[in-house]
């Protein structure tokens, strides 16, 4: 890295909301409020969770709607912010489905996505994981869930499925200027891919090096193969310019500071390789997290949104804590770097 370089660092609004409800001018405010605050604390940029909606819905007038949100953004002063969009597919919209008519829905869903990140963060990243439907879970004949060998034999047709797809949407993309970072996600939240290495192999599949993948602390932590295997993948993606998005996030989904993340690994092995932005990761427990990642820990309290808990930190602490947290960690490992550059000189 060189001197010069600053290194975006971007929030998620998982601490917020699953849902930016754009038609809502009310909410739009509440979002405002968010936006400002955050970015005054030093945050460059935000990643958006981009719901998904009834098939009956026309994705014509959800990029409309998307872009009145995006002027009542620019509107309020925030027009030099930058965005990132959060996107996952579903069983309804499934580009892995052995049925023509079901993936053409599903690529004409995800284009939309692509336009609704266009919309909202122009030359940005859509990232998530878009590639198999979130937390859907097959199941045999008899009604029975497939795990281990059966599950991965299974997942080989859904991704010679899914090729068709990701041709045309990568290359509908590309004209929009949006890059893919397709998210393995754990094994205990939705089927494959859950690891770094399996969105490789399918992008080597793809034989396309303009979609790449997201890497997430929290996942990596949570199902990986271990230091070696990883160090390995974060090489073979960088080489390949296929490394697009890093998501700071803790294990339990809760605060940055003073958590488990693989501090070493980040500084060590991504940092030096790596040159898009930081995302800061934190899974409030609202809905629909509280249930579906099975959340013990107290909620966050949003100023504006909920009442004060004296038994919680609030939402902007939390934020406030992780993005110095952070900032602390790039500039000392930049510090170390430099000091060895210096020793190895002399």
Known sequence: MSATFKRDVFFSFFMFTADLRPQDSRYTQILVNHLKTLAD?????????????????????????????????????????????????????????????????????????????????????????????????????????????????????????????????????????????IEPVKSWETPPPNMVSEVLDFLDELGSTRCGVTIDTAQVVMESQGPSVFKANVARAARRGQLYYVHISAPDRGAVQDSWIPWDTVLNEIEPVYRGPYLVEVFNAIPPFDSSMRMARRRFWRPGEDDPSPNADSAYDVAAAAFKELQDRITTSARVRSDRSRQAAT
């Not at 030099?80 to 597919?89: A, E, I, L, Q, S």
């Not at 004409?108 to 122009?122: E, F, H, N």
Request: charged share 25%; aromatic share 12%.
């Open 41 to 181: 604390m030093g945050y460059d940029g935000f990643d958006l969770h981009i719901a998904s909606q009834p098939a009956t819905v026309d994705h014509k007038l959800e990029i409309k709607s998307y872009v009145g949100l995006k002027k009542a953004f620019d509107k309020a002063g925030l027009k030099d912010v930058k965005f990132t969009t959060n996107v996952g597919t579903t069983r309804t919209f499934d580009p892995t489905s052995p049925y023509e008519e079901q993936r053409s829905q599903a690529l004409a869903y995800l284009k939309s996505r692509v336009d609704i990140t266009r919309v909202l963060g122009g030359d940005s990243i859509m990232s998530g994981p878009f590639l198999y439907p979130y937390g859907v879970f097959p199941v045999t004949d008899a009604d029975e869930p497939m795990w281990s060998d059966a599950l991965l034999d299974w997942m080989r047709s859904r991704y010679r499925s899914a090729r068709s797809v990701f041709e045309d949407l990568v290359e509908y993309a590309d004209t929009q200027e949006v890059k893919l970072a």
